[in-house]
Nanobody
Framework: QVQLVESGGGLVQAGGSLRLSCAAS??????MGWYRQAPGKQRELVAS???????NYAASVKGRFTISRDNAKGTVFLQMNSLKPEDTAVYYC?????????????WGQGTQVTVSS
């Protein structure tokens, strides 16, 4: 059974830092990533990383956030620095894994990040 469990969210002042972790189990995952959803907005990609370590970032977080992963432990991290109030959202981990018919995307339950001004 595939499980993705996020941790590390919380309340931080603008300019501060947080580190999110996502422990994924139950499969071998190719791409992994972080999405976020603010109230009244659509879920959006924050960052993604391939199994080989190639990363991709949303323009709004480039230079402030860093995604990394530990393939041996099935864990993906998001280091968030210089946080802004507009970064406030529920952050979701996702991972692409194989199925008998191709691939599918798994999601975690989300972790709240609140940045106060």
């Amino acid at each position: 059974q595939v499980q993705l469990v996020e941790s590390g969210g919380g309340l931080v002042q603008a300019g501060g830092s947080l580190r999110l972790s996502c422990a994924a189990s139950g499969s071998i995952f190719s791409a992994m990533g972080w999405y976020r959803q603010a109230p009244g907005k659509q879920r959006e990609l924050v960052a993604s990383i391939t199994r080989g370590g190639v990363s991709n970032y949303a323009a709004s977080v480039k230079g402030r956030f860093t995604i990394s992963r530990d393939n041996a432990k099935g864990t993906v991290f998001l280091q968030m620095n210089s946080l802004k109030p507009e970064d406030t959202a529920v952050y979701y981990c996702n991972a692409e894994g194989p199925t008998s018919w191709g691939t599918t995307i798994y999601w975690g339950q989300g972790t709240q990040v609140t940045v106060s001004s």
